[in-house]
């Protein structure tokens, strides 16, 4: 393969390159991370973020030393997280980068250097500018999709979404993925993720190799839960979940540390720490009632909260302790090892 063109509706060339976007391309959002036929079922906030292409990207291989890509990007608003919401493009294999440029507004073409020796590349997108790529052509010599890993659905809020790190190739999923060989299809929702069944539906209609839970502090403050709901919706949401992945292996995380919150009741009554004991009864004992593929990581003790750039949001350095802990956790259920500091 030397050259790869796309239609809005994305040749099967240019879908064979890009990962991490599960459904087709629609109108208003080229890289939906949400079935846009149950947009009108989900909550506004969470569709509305699944309209970013969080975590999707070029993964490609081949004898070429550089890629053009021609793109199109369609805003310079980047909200909240600023230039961390993903502003260029930047070439990884593993844990090095390897090149990176900046995106601009509107239609342009950029090089990028690719891995040495035929390595696995994996292109990070202007993710923040909600870019639309229309042809990837090899600059001397060819390129091919990168080989097929195992998929690894990653459910949460906007910690799995990449909040507060300082580039989309720095959000602990995507570290993970890149350091453990895992096709991660980032379906983190910030403000969002409160375990709503319409999403359990969406990942029990994906395929799936490992899928990662991460909820519960949107269910603090964002829309109050008690701790009796909250471990109640958290089964309903895993027996869902296991409709379409019965043997699947399940990582459910608690929510990590926040400092405000721990002790502080919602208006319902519950502390955090209230949410994240019962989330944990919920998949302890769903354990106990016989699902060996389930896995759960504690979160209150896998970040120091001095981590927290805003009082809520790792930086890079708090992803890259998520990425150690919970990519290990996530990778060893893939290969069917008990996860150190997990329970089973």
Not at 13 to 41: F, I, K, Q, V
Not at 113 to 125: N, T
Not at 142 to 161: H, K, N
């Amino acid at each position: 393969m030397d050259h790869v063109k796309a239609s809005p509706e994305r040749t099967p060339e240019l879908s064979a390159l890009l990962r991490g976007a599960a459904y087709p391309a629609t109108a208003a959002a080229p890289h939906p991370r949400a079935d846009p036929a149950a947009a009108d079922r989900l909550p506004a906030d969470t569709w509305g973020t699944a309209q970013l292409p969080v975590g999707v990207r070029l993964e490609l291989t081949g004898t070429a030393r550089a890629i053009d890509v021609t793109y199109t990007t369609a805003t310079g608003e980047l909200g909240y997280r600023g230039a961390g919401a993903g502003t260029t493009f930047a070439v990884w294999t593993g844990d090095t980068l390897v090149d990176e440029q900046p995106a601009e507004l509107g239609r342009a073409t950029v090089r990028l250097r690719l891995a040495p020796d035929g390595e696995r590349s994996v292109v990070h997108l202007p993710e923040g500018m909600r870019p639309t790529i229309s042809a990837v052509e090899a600059v001397d010599g060819a390129i091919a999709p990168a080989p097929a890993q195992p998929r690894w659905l990653a459910y949460g809020d906007s910690i799995t979404e990449g909040w507060s790190a300082s580039a989309p190739a720095l959000a602990w999923p995507a570290v993970a993925g890149r350091r453990h060989g895992l096709d991660v299809v980032n379906l983190g929702y910030a403000g969002s993720a409160r375990a709503e069944l319409v999403s359990a539906e969406g990942i029990a209609a994906l395929p799936a190799d490992v899928v990662s839970i991460a909820v519960g502090t949107n269910c603090w403050n964002r829309i109050p839960h008690s701790a009796g709901l909250m471990r109640e919706l958290l089964r309903a949401f895993l027996a869902v979940v296991r409709s379409g992945h019965p043997a699947t292996p399940v990582v459910v995380v608690s929510p990590v540390v926040r400092p405000d919150a721990e002790t502080t009741p919602n208006l319902l009554g519950a502390t955090l720490a209230d949410l994240r004991a019962a989330i944990e009864q919920a998949v302890t004992e769903q354990v106990a009632a016989g699902d060996r593929a389930l896995v759960l990581v504690p979160g209150a003790d896998l970040l120091d909260a001095g981590l927290l750039v805003d009082g809520v949001h790792p930086g890079d350095e708090g992803h890259r302790v998520l990425a150690d802990r919970i990519g290990a956790a996530v990778a060893d259920a893939v290969a069917g090892r008990t996860p150190a500091g997990a329970t089973t």
